[in-house]
DNA sequence: AACCCTATTTAAAATCGTTCTAAACTGCTT
DNA sequence: AAGCAGTTTAGAACGATTTTAAATAGGGTT
């Protein structure tokens, strides 16, 4: 019923996009909004696009893609591929793992230290390991 | 300087989709020919229409589609998706793992036991363990 | 070999997710 | 208030994939 009181973290958003040398727009705060206030997430365009609408939120797709996009690039989102070629947004950037459910397309976070990755292979010739990616597929 | 000889899997090829009650037809038996003869591969349905025509042989791009996705379902091949919203196809059925180059999108095999995957967590209620990544991404 | 039935192939259109374009708008500095 | 660069926008364009409906080709039967 306090509606009418601003959102508490709006400030922090601002201040947020600030430091990666974004400026803070109302669609860019809407999205921050959706995205870093309650837990991690791991959300596509098109369900962002569902949400503001619903919120009633006026913004386009094309800016909800440039900004999911920017926010990556910055490091506030990680980017996820499965089957669907759809592109997932994780709003947990920590080095961490996923079950993977194919039926709902959902995604589960698993820590970091909940797999035990000894003895990984040495990558190949002149290459370095960037990142291990590890997505128990569920049935 | 032989290549009037038959191709000796040709046959071999036939039964195996025989097996799958997917009939020989030219089309399927010319991709049979390039995805089951040498090492396991990683391609892509673009890629595999270059080969095609590369080679001569004249197939619509929706028939190498058709016949991935058919050899999917039966188990010949498995499907992947990576950053670029393309999807591979791998001739490797096996559980196995990946490195993954995003810089130039190649696939390399590693096979499974050279990963050591203990204490994994337990899938979540109502879910069994399918399969399971692991991605090693390179830079 | 001719016939038939169904599976398969095909070109073209359609679809879907995503990016691009060029014009309108807006945050920020002066 | 003015101006400029950064941002948003609608709509077109794009690339990968699927669908459509019509033509073709396996493979069995006569």
New binding site residues.
Partial sequence: MLDQKPNKTEDQH?DLL?QF????????LALADLLFNGPCRHV???QLRLETKNKGI?????????????FTKVGLLHEINLD????YFDTNTDHHHHFFDPKTNKLIDIPRDAISLNALPDAPDGHDVERVDVIIRLS
């Avoid at 040398?21 to 860019?28: A, F, K, V, W």
């Avoid at 669907?84 to 592109?87: H, I, K």
Wanted: net charge positive; charged share 15%.
């Fill in positions: 601002t600030r040398h974004l400026r803070p727009t109302r669609q860019r596509s365009a098109e006026n913004m386009s797709l094309a800016t909800i893609y440039n900004t999911l996009n920017q669907n070629n759809v592109t």
